[in-house]
């Protein structure tokens, strides 16, 4: 009989030590507050996970106190496996343990019907089972990439085509060359040189007198009009002019020229297609300071009129 009794008391003592461990709290308590409501988290556990279950659970509870609520964070490990990491906020240290064990005793949830304490916790069942919700990194500015900015100083080159008018007798077709700086968007320095065609005047049968211009000029203009596919520039600036005039069939053929300072005031109309040309068009109107008169003959030939206005169009090239 004593093996027997023996037998029995091993066996005994068997279930209880393992019942102990099936109880035996495998959640860590970590942090100063509501330690003292541990014991509440393990009996609320008890309540909602099988005994069979509840060796499988394991993990920790981190509480802290703020203001006026308890931030609580859980880690749940299942059959040696972690989950996660889930956070949520009480209003006590009572409601953070049994919300907690509610989160823990989701981690064994098998899907069929209403998860214990799930409704009243306002957790939900896939808690463990989706991912969690990324965390931003706020530790580090956002950098922005620089926004490109626009070249100071951009050369223009070009040629166009010359209409000017009241300088000779007649109007005068030419050409000209133009050297223009931007500064900034809208700012621009600009020289200009230009010669125009002869033209001829028929004094008698066989005297004929050619006249042509040549000039220089310097000017500076702003755009008021300033878009994306179009731009409007008021300019201002001086000009020195030269005319020119050569006789023919007289019985002493001469060479003669005037020159005159003239200020200029002027509008231009740009367009850029494609971005590298710019189609240019250009009005100015200048006021000679001296009007001095070409004579052959004691006859006036020609005269600078008050106004010269100058037409010109053509394209430039942007560097």
């Given at each position: 009989?004593?093996?027997?009794?023996?037998?029995?008391?091993?066996?005994?003592?068997?279930?209880?030590?393992?019942?102990?461990?099936?109880?035996?709290?495998?959640?860590?308590?970590?942090?100063?507050?509501?330690?003292?409501?541990?014991?509440?988290?393990?009996?609320?556990?008890?309540?909602?996970?099988?005994?069979?279950?509840?060796?499988?659970?394991?993990?920790?509870?981190?509480?802290?106190?703020?203001?006026?609520?308890?931030?609580?964070?859980?880690?749940?490990?299942?059959?040696?496996?972690?989950?996660?990491?889930?956070?949520?906020e009480a209003k006590d240290c009572a409601r953070a343990a049994e919300t907690a064990a509610v989160?823990?005793?989701?981690?064994?949830?098998?899907?069929?019907?209403?998860?214990?304490?799930?409704?009243?916790?306002?957790?939900?069942?896939?808690?463990?089972?989706?991912?969690?919700?990324?965390?931003?990194?706020?530790?580090?500015?956002?950098?922005?990439?620089?926004?490109?900015?626009?070249?100071?100083?951009?050369?223009r080159l070009g040629l166009l085509g010359l209409v000017e008018v009241a300088a000779l007798p007649?109007?005068?077709?030419?050409?000209?060359?133009?050297?223009?700086?931007?500064?900034?968007?809208?700012?621009?320095?600009?020289?200009?040189?230009?010669?125009?065609?002869?033209?001829?005047?028929?004094?008698?049968?066989?005297?004929?007198?050619?006249?042509?211009?040549?000039?220089?000029?310097?000017?500076?203009?702003?755009?008021?009009?300033?878009?994306?596919?179009?731009?409007?520039?008021?300019?201002?600036?001086?000009?020195?002019?030269?005319?020119?005039?050569?006789?023919?069939?007289?019985?002493?053929?001469?060479?003669?020229?005037?020159?005159?300072?003239?200020?200029?005031?002027?509008?231009?109309?740009?367009?850029?297609?494609?971005?590298?040309?710019?189609?240019?068009?250009?009005?100015?109107?200048?006021?000679?300071?001296?009007?001095?008169?070409?004579?052959?003959?004691?006859?006036?030939?020609?005269?600078?009129?008050?106004?010269?206005?100058?037409?010109?169009?053509?394209?430039?090239?942007?560097?």
């Amino acid at each position: 009989m004593r093996p027997a009794w023996l037998a029995l008391m091993l066996l005994a003592a068997g279930a209880v030590s393992a019942r102990a461990r099936a109880q035996e709290s495998h959640f860590a308590w970590r942090g100063p507050d509501c330690t003292s409501s541990a014991p509440l988290l393990e009996r609320r556990l008890a309540e909602l996970v099988e005994p069979q279950d509840r060796p499988r659970l394991a993990g920790s509870v981190a509480v802290t106190q703020g203001a006026d609520r308890y931030a609580v964070e859980v880690s749940i490990d299942l059959d040696g496996r972690p989950l996660g990491t889930r956070r949520f906020e009480a209003k006590d240290c009572a409601r953070a343990a049994e919300t907690a064990a509610v989160a823990a005793s989701l981690a064994v949830f098998d899907g069929q019907g209403e998860p214990q304490g799930a409704a009243e916790s306002g957790i939900s069942p896939d808690i463990w089972t989706r991912r969690p919700d990324p965390t931003p990194d706020f530790s580090r500015p956002r950098s922005e990439p620089p926004p490109a900015q626009e070249p100071l100083l951009r050369p223009r080159l070009g040629l166009l085509g010359l209409v000017e008018v009241a300088a000779l007798p007649e109007p005068a077709a030419g050409g000209a060359a133009e050297l223009e700086l931007g500064v900034g968007q809208r700012w621009s320095l600009g020289l200009l040189g230009s010669m125009t065609a002869e033209q001829g005047r028929q004094l008698q049968a066989t005297q004929t007198v050619s006249l042509w211009l040549r000039s220089a000029a310097l000017r500076a203009c702003v755009a008021p009009k300033l878009e994306a596919r179009y731009r409007v520039d008021a300019c201002a600036g001086a000009s020195v002019n030269e005319a020119r005039g050569r006789g023919e069939g007289f019985d002493e053929n001469r060479t003669a020229s005037l020159t005159w300072l003239a200020p200029l005031l002027g509008v231009n109309l740009s367009v850029p297609a494609p971005s590298f040309i710019e189609w240019r068009g250009e009005l100015e109107a200048s006021a000679p300071l001296s009007r001095r008169r070409f004579l052959v003959n004691g006859s006036e030939v020609s005269r600078a009129s008050f106004v010269v206005v100058a037409l010109r169009f053509g394209a430039l090239l942007r560097f």
